[in-house]
C-alpha cells in the first residue's frame, strides 16, 4: 500500500489550499472500508490528529474546526483535507494515514499508533 501526498506550499495568512492523498497498491483492497486521516508535525513538536473520515464519521481537531475540511473520493481512492484561513501555527509538514478497517473506539483514530499507512508528507508553509 502506497500513500501519496501532495498540494503543499507556501501560502499567506487567509489563504486556502487544499491537499491531495493518493492511495494504491495491490493489497489495499476496499479503499472505503479503511479509515483515512491527515496528521501534522510542526517543527519541534509532536505529530498530531488533524482530521479523520471513517465511513460516516468525520472528526477534526479543535484547532480546525471551521477552517478545513476533508473529503474523499473513493471511486479515485484519494483523500482530501480542504484548508481555508490558514494560520502562521498551521505551519507543518501533513501526512495521510490509512487505518484497516476493523472494530475500533472512536478514541483511538486520533492516534497515530493506529494506523497502518503513512504517506511521505508535504510541507505546508503559512507567512507573510
Known amino acids: 500500500v502506497q500513500l501519496q501526498a501532495s498540494g503543499g506550499g507556501l501560502v499567506q495568512p487567509g489563504d486556502s489550499l487544499r491537499l491531495s492523498c493518493a492511495a494504491s497498491?495491490?493489497?489495499?483492497?476496499?479503499?472505503?472500508?479503511?479509515?483515512m486521516a491527515w496528521f501534522r508535525q510542526a517543527p519541534g513538536k509532536e505529530r498530531e490528529f488533524v482530521a479523520v473520515?471513517?465511513?460516516?464519521?468525520?472528526l477534526y481537531t479543535d484547532s480546525v474546526k471551521g477552517r478545513f475540511t476533508i473529503s474523499r473520493d473513493n471511486d479515485k481512492n484519494t483523500l482530501y483535507l480542504q484548508m481555508s484561513s490558514l494560520k502562521p501555527e498551521d505551519t507543518a509538514v501533513y501526512y495521510c494515514?490509512?487505518?484497516?478497517?476493523?472494530?475500533?473506539?472512536?478514541?483511538?483514530?486520533?492516534?497515530?499508533?493506529?494506523?497502518?499507512?503513512w504517506g511521505q508528507g508535504t510541507q505546508v508553509t503559512v507567512s507573510s
Open positions: 494515514a490509512a487505518a484497516q478497517p476493523k472494530t475500533r473506539l472512536t478514541s483511538r483514530l486520533y492516534r497515530g499508533d493506529e494506523y497502518d499507512y
Open positions: 497498491g495491490s493489497s489495499f483492497g476496499s479503499y472505503s472500508s479503511y479509515s
Open positions: 473520515s471513517s465511513w460516516s464519521l468525520i
